[in-house]
C-alpha cells in the first residue's frame, strides 16, 4: 500500500468535469405534403389549359391565328403531361381526370367555339349544331377513354399485344387539329392574299362537314396507328429524323401550311392503319390456329 493515501473530504464538493457534448445535426424542417416533382405534371396540364382559354378569347376578339397558336400550344403540353408524369411516377387519379378536362376544353369546346366565329355564325339558325355535336363527341370519346383505362373497369377479354399500338377512333387533340383544318387553310390563304381560297375556308356548309365527319371519326371504333408505342426499324430511324427536323423547319417558316398539311397527312393514314390492323389481326388468329389442343390429362 502507497504510504499516504488521499482521503476524500466529505465536505468538499466533487470537482465537475466538463464534457463536450456531441454536435447535433440542424435537420431541415419537414413539411407535409406533396413533393414539387409530384406536381410538375398537373402544372403543365393547367397551362394547357389556360393555354384553351387564351385561344377563345382570341377567337372572341378577332384573333385567329393568336387563337389557332393557343390550341397548337395546348396540343404540344398535352403530349407532354403524361410523358412527365409516368416519368416522374407521379401518376395520379386526380392527374388523369383534370388532364381530361383540360382535354374536353382545349380540343372540343375551344376548336367548335373557334370555329364558330370563324365560319358558322354566317350559316343560319342551325349553324351551331355541328358545333355542338363535334363538343358532344369529344366528350363521349373522352368518357369512353377514361371508363376503359380506369382500374375499377371490368376486364372482358384480354387485348392482344398488338392492340396496344392502336387508338380505338381518333383521339382528342388530333380530332381538334383535323377540325381546324379549315382555319389553317384560311389563314395561309389570307397570307398568299387568296380570296377565293380564303372564302372556300369560311363556307359554312364545308366546315359543317368537316366537323360532322371528324366528330364521327373520333366516337367511331376505327384502330388508329398510336405512336406511343411504335417501333422504329433502325434502317428508318435517320430518314425519320431528317423528316422531322424538316418539318420544325417548315413549321417555323409557314406554321399554317405546315399544320394543314399535318392534317391532310393524318387523314390520309387512316386507312392505312385500318389495313395494319386487319393484317395484324389475322396473322394473330392464324398463329392461334397453328397451336395444336392440349390433350386431355396431359397436364399433370
Known amino acids: 500500500m502507497p504510504a499516504f493515501e ?14 463536450l457534448r456531441p454536435l447535433r445535426d440542424r435537420s431541415r424542417p419537414r413539411f407535409r405534403g406533396q413533393s414539387f416533382n409530384r406536381l410538375i405534371p398537373n402544372i403543365l396540364t393547367l397551362i394547357g389549359l389556360c393555354a384553351g382559354l387564351i385561344g377563345i378569347r382570341a377567337a372572341i376578339n378577332g384573333g385567329f391565328g393568336e387563337a389557332a397558336v393557343a390550341l397548337v400550344i395546348a396540343g404540344f403540353i398535352d403530349g407532354l403531361d403524361g410523358r412527365i408524369a409516368r416519368l416522374l411516377r407521379a401518376t395520379s387519379r386526380f392527374g388523369a381526370e383534370f388532364d381530361s378536362l383540360s382535354d374536353f376544353l382545349c380540343f372540343g369546346v375551344a376548336p367548335a367555339f373557334i370555329l364558330y366565329l370563324w365560319a358558322m355564325r354566317d350559316g343560319g ?3 351551331f349544331v355541328p358545333c355542338i355535336l363535334y363538343a358532344v363527341c369529344i366528350a363521349l370519346r373522352l368518357a369512353r377513354f377514361n371508363a376503359g383505362s380506369s382500374d375499377d373497369a371490368p376486364k372482358a377479354m384480354p ?6 399500338n392502336f387508338f380505338t377512333g ?3 387533340p388530333a380530332a381538334a387539329g383535323l377540325a381546324l383544318f379549315p382555319l389553317f387553310v384560311g389563314l395561309e390563304a389570307h397570307k398568299l392574299a387568296l380570296p377565293s381560297l380564303l372564302a372556300l375556308s369560311r363556307q359554312p356548309l364545308l366546315v359543317a362537314l368537316i366537323l360532322i365527319g371528324v366528330a364521327l371519326l373520333s366516337v367511331s371504333t376505327l384502330p388508329l396507328w398510336s405512336f406511343k408505342n411504335f417501333k422504329v426499324p433502325a434502317q428508318l430511324v435517320l430518314p425519320l429524323m431528317l423528316g422531322g427536323g424538316l418539318y420544325v423547319t417548315v413549321l417555323v417558316a409557314d406554321p399554317w401550311a405546315a399544320l394543314a398539311a399535318a392534317g391532310l397527312i393524318y387523314a390520309v393514314m387512316i386507312p392505312f392503319s385500318l389495313r395494319s390492323y386487319r393484317r395484324l389481326r389475322a396473322y394473330a388468329e392464324a398463329l ?3 397451336v395444336p389442343d392440349e390433350p386431355e390429362g396431359a397436364a399433370g
Do not use: N
Open 6 to 19: 488521499r482521503v476524500p473530504d466529505p465536505l468538499r464538493r466533487p470537482r465537475r468535469t466538463r464534457r
Open 125 to 127: 339558325r342551325y349553324g
Open 159 to 164: 387485348l392482344h399485344a398488338y392492340a396496344y
Open 170 to 172: 381518333v383521339p382528342a
Open 288 to 290: 392461334q390456329e397453328e
